[in-house]
């Protein structure tokens, strides 16, 4: 029904940049937040940013500065701007999204996840 189909991901310097970028696509009527989450070997999933329809952020404290989160809602894509990466970023990026559908006579809000993209940044 739903899929989200992510790139960007790859293998990079400390120091270098990557864009991520995620497209939803399927039976949606809107999508409320999206966002980015990373998990590193051995640790849990943790959110590094995510933005509302209206376009409000937030950010991990660990990504702020460096990090900007964008979506372009005509085409239910997001995207995720890294700058200054650090080897401690290095983790499977995940999408997000809250998507909104119609379930026969109700709306009906679900999250979506992507496959993940991975994220290498050497020292």
């Known amino acids: 029904q739903v899929q989200l189909v992510e790139s960007g991901g790859g293998l990079v310097q400390a120091g270098g940049s990557l864009r991520l970028s995620c497209a939803a696509s399927?039976?949606?009527?809107?999508?409320?937040?999206m966002g980015w989450y990373r998990q590193a070997p051995g640790k849990q999933r943790d959110l590094v940013a995510d933005?509302?329809?209206?376009?409000?952020?937030n950010y991990a404290g660990s990504v702020k500065g460096r990090f900007t989160i964008s979506r372009d809602n005509a085409k239910n894509t997001v995207y995720l701007q890294m700058n200054s990466l650090k080897p401690e970023d290095t983790a499977v990026y995940y999408c997000?999204?809250?998507?909104?559908?119609?379930?026969?006579?109700?709306?009906?809000?679900?999250?979506?996840w992507g496959q993940g993209t991975q994220v290498t940044v050497s020292s």
């Open positions: 399927g039976s949606i009527l809107s999508i409320n937040s």
């Open positions: 933005i509302t329809a209206g376009g409000s952020t």
């Open positions: 997000k999204a809250d998507v909104v559908r119609i379930g026969g006579y109700r709306l009906i809000s679900d999250n979506y």
